[in-house]
């Protein structure tokens, strides 16, 4: 679980730009009200200094909020965030990062224990001197009347993500008791999960090689070809073994053999798509499952493989065949099998690495 330090407010919250949008439809804030309040950044740029100054002489006429400023220093670092407030409201730009910033004032105000009655008393004060300084700048009536409904709608959607970050906190202390509760459990939950995958991951690996087993590679290889007959898609199967492997362990031991076999799964992992599959199928016998690839697509991952087995093993060599579906329903994973192991035993009918498809 995300701890909520590590996220914003919007993310705590939930809020998504198709909710800022819904709350601005819901009070009748379109963009033409928007880009009428940025059209008069400029006026309040010039007045803000004043703004702030009578905003503040009010405030601290109220014992509570002057009670709550308490000192000279804070009521400096207030009016610098009020300015910022202001000129925001004018700024034009009304995106998550303006939202955002809004919650977060609401959240500062909660704990230093501002209420929501002494929070609404400034908004109605901050909106007594904009509606003066407006009057003064606008001539226009129409257009003065005009930006103070959009202020007014501004505002209040300002009040509703600031009250939002207020009952958030409340439900959040109830929440965290419950949290503390509930955390035992859900790591149980989890620790349990992750040992289920890991044992059913385990039961479709060999333990030798790292790749599928027969039984994954049947259950895989019947999905695949039921998928590529209802898409159309062909789908190529990789059937091949080590030529003479039975030779290697008789003269150089079954270590030695082992590590051809780790090597081979290796080159395997090393060169197919994520969607493909690896598998042993059995002794020194492998097969890859490619879907959506046609034979002279199988080659080339035969011929990657080969390039890298051949590096660390010059004398041994690779016999491979390739078998293909028809998208008539007619191949089922053992007629697929059995045509790939036909291709890979004429392969051996030629010295070297070979590839027959």
Do not use: W
Request: with cysteine; charged share 30%; aromatic share 8%.
């Amino acid at each position: 679980m995300v701890k909520r330090t590590e996220q914003t407010l919007l993310e705590q919250m939930q809020i998504s730009d198709v909710e800022i949008l819904r709350r601005m439809e819901l009070l009748g804030l379109n963009q033409q009200s928007l880009d009428l309040l940025a059209s008069h950044k400029l006026i309040i740029a010039d007045e803000i200094d004043e703004i702030v100054e009578i905003f503040y002489q009010k405030q601290t006429e109220i014992d509570e909020i002057s009670l709550l400023i308490g000192d000279a220093d804070t009521l400096r670092r207030l009016r610098s965030a009020q300015r910022k407030y202001v000129i925001d409201l004018f700024a034009g730009h009304y995106d998550s990062e303006y939202v955002n910033n809004r919650l977060r004032i609401g959240m500062v105000h909660k704990r230093i224990g501002v209420e929501p009655k002494l929070y609404l008393s400034a908004v109605r004060t901050l909106k007594e001197v904009l509606t003066t300084t407006l009057e003064a700048s606008l001539d226009n009536k129409e257009n003065l009347l005009e930006t103070l409904m959009a202020l007014d709608k501004l505002l209040y959607f300002d009040i509703t993500l600031v009250f939002d970050t207020y009952i958030d906190s409340l439900v959040g202390e109830i929440e965290t008791a419950k949290r503390r509760t509930e955390i035992y459990a859900q790591s149980l939950e989890l620790k349990v999960a992750e040992r289920t995958q890991q044992l059913e991951e385990q039961a479709k690996l060999d333990p030798l090689t790292n790749l599928y087993n027969p039984r994954a590679m049947q259950e895989f290889l019947r999905r695949e070809i039921s998928i590529a007959n209802r898409r159309q898609t062909t789908l190529s199967l990789v059937y091949f073994d080590v030529d003479k492997f039975k030779s290697i362990n008789d003269v150089e031991g079954h270590i030695k053999g082992d590590e051809v076999l780790k090597s081979i799964g290796m080159y395997m992992l090393q060169n197919i798509r994520e969607s493909d599959m690896a598998c042993r199928y059995g002794g020194d016998e492998f097969c890859i499952i490619l879907p959506d690839c046609g034979t002279e697509e199988a080659k080339t991952v035969c011929e990657k493989i080969i390039m890298a087995f051949s590096k660390k093993y010059p004398d041994y060599t690779l016999s491979m065949g390739i078998a293909q579906t028809d998208n008539d329903g007619k191949i089922n994973q053992e007629t697929l099998i059995k045509l790939a192991d036909e291709k890979m035993y004429l392969a051996k009918k030629e010295p070297g690495f070979q590839i027959r498809s």
